[in-house]
């Protein structure tokens, strides 16, 4: 799992859980691959992020050296800063760990880079409430 | 853009494969949307699959030709008419301007003959050339028949009725190919040679298709919510998207299901959608794919996708399910982290409901979303297809699947965005419940009314013994 869908996903399909966001990293397996560098497609997605739930998650996987600690501001032609950005939301690689909720403590084991974000049936809202979110 | 080069327009014919003939016109709208093409008919589009067009440039048309994979290939028309005397006329009379840079010693060149539903042998096809005689056209470059750098093409257009064709052709073209479409597609994104396939992958013609309908370009993020084996993503991340998916199944997306090729007894331990993406060179847009339930909540709210290509389960082939459970559940702490969640029916009008609410809520302005929906054709009302304030229904293609069952492309862009508390018009279209119930016991029940009624048409009065021999073999 990539700290780009790390940093979109929430817990919010959990029963009593409202925001469920940002969820708690742990990394037990990190690979670090090798993604082509495409400037406009990371300067797209700079003001979509959640930056500093994504300097908090590098962190927390020790993986945020070189990434500075908020967007610059010319972040569209700073070559630089795209780079360190576009390492830590596509090259870092979480093969196992978990993600864990943030408000009920309930974790979702990520296995062969693969999150399990599946509750169990007594942790969903009654069914008849249709969400679709 | 295209530069528009002089103020006069060009003819070009565009030469269609004649499959999909449906999802024709949407994709060619799509694609003159996303490329931003200027292009205008010389005759309203039908279902024949030579249609004439005008653009600025030859650049626009080589555009359209880049994506599209219902187009066979681009033709700049010199000469086109109802009369075999009038097309000679015309190309006698064509503006050297337009041939001779082709027509030089040094180019070699072809001459292809097409004669749209009457197929002729290859030597009657050598004598349309010899006896059309287009001696007069200064063609002065060797013949190469494997590797032209010119290819003239002369075309005969017969009608759509291969069994009922005219003695003379309709309609005459003749011109110089500019470019191919992306038929070679198919073969590339073929699901035979592809590594990791299921039992409902979508082919590879009709995934392009949606690609193509969901205006994918490069640098987009798309996400497909049923991502199954990934087979939607493979031509969105051709075109240069970034792919995501999310489907509720954890072995299919671990690949821990049963093979689907019947040659094959276990599943190679390195299969996954990554590794379709590694295939064919671009592993570079994959971002990642969840075990996740479509119809809860997953993603921020501030979460924004530029395209949702996908392809929903029927109930057929593949469940509708969602987590659930019609009893109260009882999980101990204990049983909690191993326990598989109970599954419940996930019927299509909420399926497809949350679908619209979802891409209501996530798609970017202009933003589109591209589903199939299974339909029973008997049953089938446009009006009554999925709706949702903020989607605007742009496309609709159906593709024939049986008799009595299609499914159906529907196309949405997102036109407004919703307000905190808007959610979709329930349809309770009739053909969108209990899809699967209907689909079996429509069946069932119209394979006798049909037997009856093919019995009644011969003048056989019993159906029993030998008739049952001669009754057409029934398509279930």
Same mark, same amino acid.
């Given at each position: 799992?990539?700290?780009?869908?790390?940093?979109?996903?929430?817990?919010?399909?959990?029963?009593?859980?409202?925001?469920?966001?940002?969820?708690?990293?742990?990394?037990?397996?990190?690979?670090?691959?090798?993604?082509?560098?495409?400037?406009?497609?990371?300067?797209?997605?700079?003001?979509?992020?959640?930056?500093?739930?994504?300097?908090?998650?590098?962190?927390?996987?020790? /993986?945020?050296?070189?990434?500075? @600690?908020? $967007?610059?501001? *010319?972040? &569209?032609?700073?070559?630089?800063?795209? +780079?360190?950005?576009? /390492?830590?939301?596509?090259?870092? @690689?979480? $093969?196992?760990? *978990?993600? &864990?909720?943030?408000?009920?403590?309930? +974790?979702?084991?990520?296995?062969?880079?693969?999150?399990?974000?599946? $509750?169990?049936?007594?942790?969903?809202?009654?069914?008849?409430?249709?969400?679709?979110? | 853009?295209?530069?528009?080069?002089?103020?006069?327009?060009?003819?070009?014919?565009?030469?269609?494969?004649?499959?999909?003939?449906?999802?024709?016109?949407?994709?060619?709208?799509?694609?003159?949307?996303?490329?931003?093409?200027?292009?205008?008919?010389?005759?309203?589009?039908?279902?024949?699959?030579?249609?004439?067009?005008?653009?600025?440039?030859?650049?626009?048309?080589?555009?359209?030709?880049?994506?599209?994979?219902?187009?066979?290939?681009?033709?700049?028309?010199?000469?086109?008419?109802?009369?075999?005397?009038?097309?000679?006329?015309?190309?006698?009379?064509?503006?050297?301007?337009?041939?001779?840079?082709?027509?030089?010693?040094?180019?070699?060149?072809?001459?292809?003959?097409?004669?749209?539903?009457?197929?002729?042998?290859?030597?009657?096809?050598?004598?349309?050339?010899?006896?059309?005689?287009?001696?007069?056209?200064?063609?002065?470059?060797?013949?190469?028949?494997?590797?032209?750098?010119?290819?003239?093409?002369?075309?005969?257009?017969?009608?759509?009725?291969?069994?009922?064709?005219?003695?003379?052709?309709?309609?005459?073209?003749?011109?110089?190919?500019?470019?191919?479409?992306?038929?070679?597609?198919?073969?590339?994104?073929?699901?035979?040679?592809?590594?990791?396939?299921?039992?409902?992958?979508?082919?590879?013609?009709?995934?392009?298709?949606?690609?193509?309908?969901?205006?994918?370009?490069?640098?987009?993020?798309?996400?497909?919510?049923?991502?199954?084996?990934?087979?939607?993503?493979?031509?969105?991340?051709?075109?240069?998207?970034?792919?995501?998916?999310?489907?509720?199944?954890?072995?299919?997306?671990?690949?821990?299901?049963?093979?689907?090729?019947?040659?094959?007894?276990?599943?190679?331990?390195?299969?996954?959608?990554?590794?379709?993406?590694?295939?064919?060179?671009?592993?570079?847009?994959?971002?990642?794919?969840?075990?996740?339930?479509?119809?809860?909540?997953?993603?921020?709210?501030?979460?924004?996708?530029?395209?949702?290509?996908?392809?929903?389960?029927?109930?057929?082939?593949?469940?509708?399910?969602?987590?659930?459970?019609?009893?109260?559940?009882?999980?101990?702490?204990?049983?909690?982290?191993?326990?598989?969640?109970?599954?419940?029916?996930?019927?299509?009008?909420?399926?497809?409901?949350?679908?619209?609410?979802?891409?209501?809520?996530?798609?970017?302005?202009?933003?589109?979303?591209?589903?199939?929906?299974?339909?029973?054709?008997?049953?089938?009302?446009?009006?009554?297809?999925?709706?949702?304030?903020?989607?605007?229904?742009?496309?609709?293609?159906?593709?024939?699947?049986?008799?009595?069952?299609?499914?159906?492309?529907?196309?949405?862009?997102?036109?407004?965005?919703?307000?905190?508390?808007?959610?979709?018009?329930?349809?309770?279209?009739?053909?969108?419940?209990?899809?699967?119930?209907?689909?079996?016991?429509?069946?069932?029940?119209?394979?006798?009314?049909?037997?009856?009624?093919?019995?009644?048409?011969?003048?056989?009065?019993?159906?029993?013994?030998?008739?049952?021999?001669?009754?057409?073999?029934?398509?279930?």
């Amino acid at each position: 799992m990539k700290l780009l869908t790390h940093n979109v996903l929430s817990s919010k399909c959990l029963k009593g859980v409202s925001v469920g966001y940002p969820l708690r990293l742990n990394a037990t397996d990190i690979k670090v691959v090798d993604v082509d560098f495409n400037s406009e497609f990371v300067s797209r997605m700079i003001p979509k992020i959640n930056y500093s739930a994504l300097y908090e998650a590098a962190q927390s996987i020790g /993986h945020h050296n070189g990434l500075p @600690d908020a $967007v610059a501001d *010319d972040y &569209e032609h700073n070559d630089d800063f795209l +780079k360190a950005v576009h /390492h830590v939301l596509l090259e870092v @690689d979480v $093969v196992s760990g *978990d993600l &864990e909720c943030p408000e009920s403590g309930r +974790k979702f084991p990520i296995t062969r880079g693969i999150p399990n974000m599946l $509750v169990n049936e007594n942790e969903v809202n009654e069914i008849n409430s249709s969400n679709g979110c | 853009m295209c530069a528009i080069a002089s103020n006069i327009w060009q003819r070009y014919l565009l030469w269609f494969a004649h499959d999909l003939v449906d999802f024709r016109m949407a994709e060619i709208k799509s694609l003159i949307s996303v490329l931003d093409i200027n292009m205008r008919w010389v005759e309203e589009p039908a279902d024949h699959p030579f249609w004439i067009v005008e653009v600025p440039s030859e650049e626009c048309v080589k555009k359209l030709a880049s994506r599209s994979i219902s187009l066979r290939g681009v033709i700049e028309l010199w000469a086109h008419s109802n009369n075999i005397s009038t097309l000679h006329q015309q190309l006698k009379a064509l503006n050297p301007n337009v041939y001779q840079p082709y027509l030089q010693p040094h180019l070699s060149f072809k001459v292809e003959v097409e004669t749209f539903s009457n197929h002729l042998s290859l030597p009657e096809l050598v004598d349309k050339i010899e006896v059309q005689s287009f001696s007069y056209l200064p063609i002065v470059g060797p013949v190469n028949l494997k590797n032209p750098d010119v290819k003239l093409w002369f075309m005969e257009y017969y009608g759509l009725e291969p069994n009922n064709i005219p003695e003379l052709p309709y309609q005459y073209y003749f011109g110089r190919w500019i470019t191919d479409g992306q038929r070679h597609l198919m073969k590339k994104f073929s699901l035979k040679t592809r590594k990791f396939i299921g039992n409902t992958s979508m082919d590879a013609q009709i995934s392009v298709l949606m690609a193509n309908q969901g205006k994918v370009k490069p640098g987009d993020l798309v996400l497909d919510p049923f991502v199954g084996t990934g087979s939607l993503l493979v031509p969105a991340a051709h075109f240069g998207a970034y792919v995501l998916g999310t489907d509720i199944d954890y072995l299919i997306l671990h690949a821990k299901t049963r093979p689907s090729r019947i040659q094959q007894k276990v599943r190679a331990s390195d299969e996954s959608i990554q590794a379709n993406l590694r295939q064919y060179g671009l592993e570079n847009q994959y971002i990642d794919v969840v075990v996740a339930d479509s119809s809860l909540p997953l993603w921020v709210k501030e979460f924004e996708l530029d395209a949702i290509i996908t392809d929903p389960p029927y109930g057929i082939r593949e469940p509708t399910e969602r987590v659930g459970t019609h009893k109260v559940p009882q999980i101990t702490e204990q049983q909690a982290p191993t326990h598989i969640p109970s599954k419940i029916d996930y019927g299509h009008d909420h399926l497809y409901q949350d679908l619209l609410n979802f891409a209501a809520k996530h798609l970017k302005l202009g933003g589109r979303l591209v589903t199939f929906i299974p339909i029973l054709r008997e049953l089938y009302n446009e009006e009554n297809m999925p709706k949702h304030p903020c989607l605007e229904l742009v496309a609709n293609s159906e593709q024939v699947l049986s008799a009595y069952v299609c499914r159906r492309l529907l196309t949405y862009e997102k036109v407004s965005r919703p307000s905190d508390c808007m959610a979709g018009e329930r349809t309770f279209d009739p053909s969108l419940e209990n899809f699967r119930d209907k689909y079996f016991n429509h069946c069932e029940d119209s394979r006798q009314v049909r037997r009856q009624k093919h019995y009644s048409n011969i003048g056989l009065r019993d159906s029993n013994s030998k008739t049952d021999r001669i009754a057409p073999e029934s398509d279930t």
